[in-house]
C-alpha cells in the first residue's frame, strides 16, 4: 500500500514539473509577444509622428 501511495507521489510531482515548466515557457512567449505589441506601437507612433512632420513641412504649415 505504501509503494502504490508512493509510486502516485511520484506521478503527482512529474505532472507538477510538467506543468510547471509549460508555464514558463507560456510566460517566457508572453513576455516575448508583449514586447513585440510595445515596438510595434512605439515604432508605429514614431512614423506617423515623421509623416506628420513631412506633411507640415511640405505644405508650408511650419
Same mark, same amino acid.
Given at each position: +500500500? %505504501?509503494?502504490?501511495r508512493n509510486?502516485m507521489?511520484r506521478? =503527482?510531482?512529474?505532472?507538477?514539473?510538467?506543468?510547471?515548466? !509549460?508555464q514558463?515557457?507560456?510566460?517566457?512567449? +508572453? %513576455?516575448?509577444m508583449?514586447?513585440m505589441?510595445?515596438?510595434? =506601437?512605439?515604432?508605429?507612433?514614431?512614423?506617423?509622428?515623421? !509623416?506628420l512632420?513631412?506633411m507640415?513641412?511640405g505644405l508650408h504649415?511650419?
Amino acid at each position: +500500500m %505504501r509503494d502504490m501511495r508512493n509510486s502516485m507521489d511520484r506521478k =503527482f510531482d512529474s505532472m507538477d514539473n510538467r506543468f510547471d515548466s !509549460i508555464q514558463q515557457e507560456l510566460r517566457g512567449v +508572453m %513576455r516575448f509577444m508583449i514586447g513585440m505589441v510595445i515596438t510595434f =506601437f512605439t515604432t508605429l507612433i514614431g512614423l506617423g509622428a515623421a !509623416i506628420l512632420g513631412v506633411m507640415a513641412k511640405g505644405l508650408h504649415w511650419l
